[in-house]
Nanobody, 123 residues
Framework: QVQLVESGGGLVQAGGSLRLSCAAS????????MGWFRQAPGKEREFVAY????????YYAASVKGRFTISRDNAKNTVYLQMNSLKPEDTAVYYC????????????????WGQGTQVTVSS
């Protein structure tokens, strides 16, 4: 089992920044690909970004590429999502997730999920 706890969400004006954190506990953190997803009201949960085991490879959804940066600190069992130039359409609940031994954007291939943290961007 892996437990994931997100933090860092909040209310920010358009153009502002937030940094989300996701602290993991349980099994060996470095065995897991870590991803961020988000879900806006009335919409399906969508992929945002992932980072591979070592942190050497990342991938982003087109909607956030160039504005968001995913990173991880395996010594601290934590993954981060730095969000810059935020837009109202970024408003959503953001979830971190862990996938064992697979590099993927598909939410059904992630094994563990956090409870989510709300990000609200005002115009």
């Amino acid at each position: 089992q892996v437990q994931l706890v997100e933090s860092g969400g909040g209310l920010v004006q358009a153009g502002g920044s937030l940094r989300l954190s996701c602290a993991a506990s349980g099994r060996t953190f470095s065995n897991y690909v870590m991803g961020w997803f988000r879900q806006a009201p009335g919409k399906e949960r969508e992929f945002v970004a992932y980072i591979n085991y070592s942190g050497g490879s990342t991938y982003y959804a087109a909607s956030v590429k160039g504005r968001f940066t995913i990173s991880r600190d395996n010594a601290k069992n934590t993954v981060y999502l730095q969000m810059n130039s935020l837009k109202p359409e970024d408003t959503a609940v953001y979830y971190c997730a862990a996938a064992l031994l697979t590099i993927t954007t598909r939410r059904d291939e992630y094994d563990y999920w956090g409870q989510g943290t709300q990000v609200t961007v005002s115009s």
